[in-house]
């Protein structure tokens, strides 16, 4: 082969502001959604750091409000947010009581910041005695459309608090239609459903049930989450949850399942998001703590390739920090 035949790729790799002008893919403060985890408590000033969470805490709600105050002010417009009761029941009611903390902490971040736009996780695991998703048989089954109603009773009850988008993660089957029908009735047809559609049973949420003290009692979630071998099976996850009303899908983790995310993305035109859970964040943490890996570029590395994938918005734990990088 002659000099200047063979391909260089080289020449747009120059100078930054060449490789600016071809980048195919940008981070952007609008992208991120920051989850947070809420504890209800009579300590108005609570905030207890989550050990495997390096850089999150457990908030009372003041303490939250005030928090979510300061990353507002460096860009954040999107956040998630997960409730720590103070009692837990087989029913899960904390879920749905109209003063349960994630109500409470709803209607007091929306009074403070109406242009906060704020998601709800709607699942029951957070509120239930035994840690399951949903209602619990004699047996240790978990029902499945016995839980429905309490589902859209949690929905109903965060969007009455003020949420702008409610986010069902249980993986009970039929829950979105629930959920839909009983916002509707409630007179919630403008608020949109995120479905954490594709949501595998995976290792790495492991942190996270341990900040949201929602491990199972017993068992595990495999009967209602997606075995992590499956693809295929994601298609019909997000098809089911589409025809039954969901505006937005959500795929769940992210690193491990950038493949799904660009599925999902290529066979459905309505807008996706990813997870990237607690266990991806706990394991680049970890990683930076020891001086193994540069933080600003493996964290903006990682998320890059989660929006390469096809994500249109990502909830990250590290979106505080990233606002201060964009
Ligand atoms: C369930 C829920 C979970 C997460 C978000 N919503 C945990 C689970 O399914 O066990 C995990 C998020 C994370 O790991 O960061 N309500």
Known sequence: MLLGEFHRGRRLRRTPTLREMVRETELRPQDLIQGYFVVETADKDFERPIPSLPGQSQFSVDRLVARVGTAMDKGLRSLILFGLPEKKDPEGSGAYAADGIVQQAV??????????????????????????????????????????????????????????????????????????????????????????????????????????????????????QMDPANVREALREAAADLAEGADMLMVKPAMPYLDVVRLVRDNFDCPVA?????????????????????????????????????????????????????
């Open 107 to 224: 209607a007091r971040l929306k009074d403070a910041y109406p242009e906060l736009v704020v998601v709800t996780d709607v699942c029951l695991c957070e509120y239930t005695s035994h840690g399951h998703c949903g209602l619990v048989d004699a047996h240790g089954e978990v029902q499945n459309d016995p839980t429905l109603d309490l589902l859209a009773q949690t929905a109903v009850s965060q969007a009455r608090a003020g949420a702008d988008i409610i986010a069902p993660s249980d993986m009970m089957d039929g829950r979105v239609a629930a959920i839909r029908l009983a916002l509707d009735e409630a007179g919630f047809t403008h608020i949109p459903i995120l479905s954490y559609a594709v949501k595998y049973a995976s290792a790495f949420y492991g942190p996270f049930r341990e900040a949201a003290d929602s491990a199972p009692a017993f068992g595990d979630r495999r009967g209602y």
């Open 274 to 326: 990813a997870y990237q859970v607690s266990g991806e964040y706990a394991m680049l943490k970890a990683a930076i703590a020891n001086g193994w890996l540069d933080p600003k570029r493996s964290v903006l590395e990682a998320l890059t390739g989660i929006k390469r994938a096809g994500a249109d918005c990502i909830i990250t734990y590290f979106a505080e920090e990233v606002l201060e990088w964009l």
